[in-house]
């Protein structure tokens, strides 16, 4: 390896040993060097440390520099990102949304593991992505025809309600109430999710339960259906569905 002075090769390799317990590994011979980053399940990268002559990627530049090429989710990102120092389109890997970052300093340590950490993100397998985001909030229907969801919170603040694949456990559900009620009565948090479950008629079919915690109550007249399609252009429930900010923030005001 080409001694580079003031290589952050060290200090990236010790965050994502600690973060994701991700170990280099060095795949060529003829580059020695060269160490790639990856998820153990897809194996799939999101890291790749090259030793380059610096003139490669910058003309103005001499000697020889460590790069980590990295990728984004979004090229807009990316293309904002190589009109400042430091930041190049993705060396020998110009297709999609690879980039390349210098580690000589041009760039701080704490910008490179951002780009780390949605490189790692970007490239993640399914599930990993599902473990990986955010809590999010969901509509969720509910039809009194199978269950009195009117009266399920009078005794106990937590339920267990049929999961929809994409919600996990810290996500926030609003439950719908279907006819002849037609609004939102609950506001309630995901506190268990994967809850094995075998249940099956004509109409509906359960294979997983998630268990469900009662946070606020909304009286049947305050978001029925009627305003949810006039205010928030809701036309249809009929499955989970992400919650329009415009309709997030009229649920939390008190």
């Given amino acids: 390896m080409r001694k580079i002075i003031g290589s952050l090769r060290n200090e990236v390799f010790a965050y994502t ?3 994701y317990g991700t170990m280099p590994e ?6 020695p060097d060269y160490a790639i980053l990856r998820h153990e399940d897809n194996r799939k990268w999101y890291g790749l440390i090259m030793n380059i002559p610096y003139e490669n990627i910058d ?21 904002l990102l190589t009109e400042q120092d430091g930041y190049y389109i993705g060396y020998h890997i110009k297709k999609g ?3 390349s970052v210098v580690l000589d300093g041009t760039v701080d340590m704490q910008a490179i593991c951002n780009l780390i950490d949605i490189s790692y993100k970007t490239t993640a397998s399914k599930q ?15 039809n009194p025809k199978y ?5 399920a919170f009078d005794e106990t603040d937590t339920i267990e309600w049929k999961q929809s694949a994409s919600i996990k456990k810290g996500d926030t559900v609003f439950l719908y109430v279907g006819a002849p009620v037609s609004a939102v009565l609950f506001k309630s948090k995901v506190i268990e999710t994967d809850i094995p479950c075998d249940y099956r008629n004509e109409e ?13 109550r909304y009286s049947s007249d305050k978001f029925t259906f009627k305003r949810l ?20 923030n009229a649920l939390k005001r008190k």
Avoid at 147 to 151: A, G, N, T, V
Avoid at 204 to 216: A, D
Wanted: charged share 35%; proline share 5%; hydrophobic share 40%.
């Fill in 17 to 19: 040993k600690k973060k």
């Fill in 26 to 31: 060095y795949l060529w011979a003829r580059f």
């Fill in 59 to 79: 003309c103005a530049k001499n000697g020889y520099v460590d790069i980590l090429n990295v990728k984004l989710d979004d090229i807009l990102m990316r293309d």
């Fill in 97 to 99: 949304n690879w980039l």
């Fill in 128 to 142: 990993k992505k599902q473990a990986l985001r955010p809590p999010k909030e969901w509509l969720v229907p509910a």
């Fill in 147 to 151: 269950y009195d969801i009117e009266h």
């Fill in 204 to 216: 509906l079919t359960v294979k997983k339960k998630m268990k469900i915690k009662l946070q606020r």
């Fill in 229 to 248: 399609n006039d205010e928030f252009a809701i036309f249809a429930v009929r499955g989970a569905r992400g919650v329009p900010y415009s309709l997030s």
